[in-house]
């Protein structure tokens, strides 16, 4: 049976819209636009042929739907802070909204939070698709000042049977340059254990190096990874709480996700373009996002940390591959009980 797509209905704090569903036999995703864009669910059918999440979605969206707390929020211009909301190119300082949860730095850009537009979707025989568009003098005039160019952001999500392609390109139509960074957030969970604990995740990523911080924000410097957050072997997390970003390096790296008891393993497949990695796990520790990364936080204002910038007529393509793979195991390789929190 071919994949197909088809749009439901959809409400959530009082707005409504329309949601994308692409769906195969065994899969489905639910592709929010009206909410930054956001593929909100990514299912798997399980063996007693109910639905698991791959995605994690807050129970409480529909009453209170934050679109960079479930699914897979997309970062742009710029992944999670920029201090004081300030940073200077081309000798101009730019100013931006005070918008995270402190009231003291800006976080995660302009796109995760406002309506895309949908420019296209389809069926093939091995996958589904939806495009969306967010270009910022169309879709958010009123923020041409915080930024110095115009942009074009367009990301296509291309669902199949063993995983969830995204697709990105950025595309500067300004005859003025467009520096940017791009962050994917996707708050992952192990469907073949519904309901369960990030304590019971097993996770294996590249973190050799982490970006030295305080408050939240990196110093500029790399430094060896203390033991506690070394994740290049399978370790159970227990207890160890994540909100740390790590230099990847930039040939392109692969993160794992799988649980102590519950067959399954999550892939993260990303290209040598997404230079870093920023790993966390929620107060709610129902989740755990691998969030792939073109550069560090705060990289407008830090030397050597994957800022780009976009020529007039400038384009930047790239993608990130995600894979659920139902069987097979991750196996720590420390008792979870030897990890520090």
């Excluded at 009453?63 to 920029?82: E, W, Y």
């Excluded at 993260?268 to 969030?291: D, M, Q």
């Amino acid at each position: 049976m071919p994949f197909t797509v088809s749009t439901i209905p959809v409400t959530a704090g009082g707005k409504s819209d329309i949601a994308y569903v692409l769906a195969g036999d065994a899969v489905r995703s639910e592709v929010w636009p009206a909410f930054g864009f956001n593929c909100l669910r990514w299912q798997v059918r399980r063996t007693d042929e109910t639905w698991g999440d791959v995605l994690y979605c807050d129970p409480t969206w529909e009453q209170n739907p934050v679109p960079t707390r479930s699914g897979h929020p997309i970062l742009f211009p710029f992944p999670n802070r920029l201090r004081h909301g300030r940073f200077t190119f081309d000798g101009r300082e730019y100013q931006l909204p005070l918008n995270d949860s402190t009231g003291t730095h800006a976080i995660h850009g302009f796109t995760p939070r406002n309506p895309w537009r949908v420019v296209g979707a389809g069926g093939e025989r091995d996958h589904a698709f939806v495009t969306g568009q967010f270009q910022l003098s169309v879709d958010l005039p009123a923020s041409l000042a915080h930024w110095p160019a115009d942009f074009v952001f367009t990301v296509t999500y291309h669902l199949r049977a063993d995983g969830l392609t995204v697709e990105l390109l950025v595309e500067n139509p300004d005859t003025k340059p467009l520096p940017f960074g791009v962050g994917f957030h996707p708050y992952f969970a192990c469907p073949s254990a519904p309901g369960e604990s990030a304590d019971e995740m097993v996770l294996q990523a590249p973190t050799s190096e982490v970006w030295e911080a305080e408050a939240n924000l990196p110093t500029g410097r790399r430094v060896p990874v203390p033991a506690e957050l070394d994740f290049r072997q399978p370790r159970a997390l227990t207890t160890v709480n994540l909100d740390t970003l790590f230099a990847a390096g930039k040939s392109g790296w692969t993160a794992t996700l799988g649980h102590t008891s519950a067959d399954g393993l999550l892939t993260v497949s990303a290209p040598p373009e997404f230079r870093e990695i920023l790993l966390f796990t929620p107060p709610h520790r129902k989740a755990v996002a691998i969030e792939p990364y073109t550069c560090a936080t705060d990289a407008a204002n830090l030397p050597d940390a994957g800022w780009r910038v976009l020529p007039p007529g400038g384009e930047f393509a790239t993608s990130v591959v995600y894979s659920w793979l139902p069987a097979g195991r991750l196996t720590p390789a420390v008792a979870s009980g030897g990890i520090a929190n």
